[in-house]
């Protein structure tokens, strides 16, 4: 037994076949219906803990780690953002959860929505923290986009991160912050670290967006968003636009995170 914020919290696993090990934390009630969170790229389920702990404690809460992120391992061969959900949706199957909200933070958002899809009966609500609405990222790329950007990271990992990391920072964010969340990047596991990314650009969000039958809230920075991809996505996404700092407000800003998701849940 450990703690997630405040909350006593179990750190339990569950086995996907013979090649992939995802680890997960539960905190709150045993049954009924969950809230799970899912992490960005490069992150891990510990991002939430704060958040976690700041959430009323009737909350049933599964903080997933993705395939070679955090605490999970893989030596899978499919890299796919639907692949990721399938990671999700193990969890959701060992802890018997019938009905459930799914967040997730940037590359967490594309898989939330795919878990969506994949569980229909079983998910209610789809939130996405800072995601989908980057247009030169989520929605899919052509072979020549994804061939450039790719050749980015190839090139020089580090500075393409930086890059990200830059451009997720509105004007007048610390640069030792910043300095954290490229240092946290870099440590991600490769070659999956770079084979998610990839997976993300050739993700089709509209596809996906189509055939996702639920509610899907973005919670968006303010500074980051751009009237294009407000005009695009305004439609189908209820966009709240929010002033918690970063792109990564989830750490920034747990307990205005918290009551942003329990304001979803209602």
Do not use: C
């Not at 950007?149 to 964010?173: C, I, N, W, Y």
Request: net charge negative.
């Amino acid at each position: 037994m450990t703690t997630a914020g405040s909350r006593p919290s179990k750190n339990l696993v569950v086995q996907r076949s013979d090649h992939t090990t995802i680890r997960y934390t539960a905190s709150g009630p045993a049954e009924g219906p969950a809230l799970v969170l899912i992490h960005g790229w490069a992150r891990d389920r510990g991002d939430f803990d704060t958040v976690t702990g700041h959430l009323p404690d009737d909350y049933r809460v599964l903080a997933v780690d993705l395939a070679e992120h955090g605490e999970s391992r893989s030596t899978r061969e499919v890299w796919t953002v639907q692949e990721f959900a399938r990671d999700v949706a193990a969890v959701l199957e060992a802890e018997s959860v019938t009905m459930a909200d799914v967040a997730g933070h940037s590359l967490g958002a594309a898989v939330a929505v795919e878990v969506g899809r994949l569980l229909p009966g079983t998910v209610s609500h789809v939130v996405a923290l800072e995601g989908l609405l980057y247009l030169s990222l989520f929605p899919a790329q052509s072979e020549e986009q994804t061939d450039a950007m790719m050749g980015m990271f190839r090139e020089d990992f580090s500075a393409t991160v930086r890059g990200l990391v830059e451009e997720g920072s509105p004007a007048g964010t610390d640069p030792a912050v910043m300095d954290a969340y490229v240092a946290k990047v870099l440590a991600v596991r490769r070659p999956a670290g770079l084979r998610a990314i990839e997976s993300l650009a050739h993700w089709d969000m509209d596809v996906a967006l189509r055939e996702t039958k639920q509610p899907i809230t973005v919670f968006a920075i303010r500074d980051l968003v751009t009237q294009e991809a407000i005009d695009r996505y305004g439609d189908r996404l209820d966009i709240v636009l929010v002033d918690l700092g970063s792109h990564h407000f989830p750490v920034e800003a747990p307990e205005a995170t918290a009551r942003l998701l329990a304001d979803v849940r209602g």
